[in-house]
């Protein structure tokens, strides 16, 4: 038995990088995420300015409470989700600095919007 070749090594090497990922750089999991809950009535959101917490994934739900649909949106958050009349909507947003984040409904986003707040 000889010694490994070069192309071996790599891919041994590469083969043992594969196998130790899930414990270098652990998945997000759903339960480490923060939960953040909105309703929509009468073209407005309650509440008007969630918090969450800074440099940790945030889940919000969104519950229309209006019988027309909305579209929950925010260019800093990067997201835009219509939300039916009566629905509820669940939308994942990656970990934040602290800071203000906008977000309105598209369809009235002239009376309906909010901040999330990360601190």
């Known amino acids: 038995m000889g010694l490994p070749s070069l192309k071996e090594l790599a891919y041994g090497v590469g083969a043992l990088m594969i196998g130790l990922l899930p414990v270098l750089a652990p998945a997000v999991r759903a339960e480490d995420a923060a939960m953040v809950h909105l ?8 509440p008007a ?12 739900e ?3 409470l209006d019988g027309t649909p909305a579209e929950f949106e925010s260019k800093t958050l990067r ?5 039916a009349g009566g629905g509820v909507i669940t ?6 600095a602290a800071g203000r984040y906008r977000f309105f409904d598209d369809y009235h986003e002239d009376t309906t919007e909010g901040f999330l707040i990360v601190q």
């Open 91 to 96: 939308v994942q947003i990656r970990p934040l």
């Open 79 to 83: 997201v835009e989700k219509v939300v």
């Open 62 to 64: 969104i519950r229309n």
């Open 39 to 46: 309703s929509l009535k009468d073209h407005r959101f309650e």
């Open 49 to 60: 300015e969630p918090h969450a917490p800074a440099g940790k994934p945030i889940t919000i």
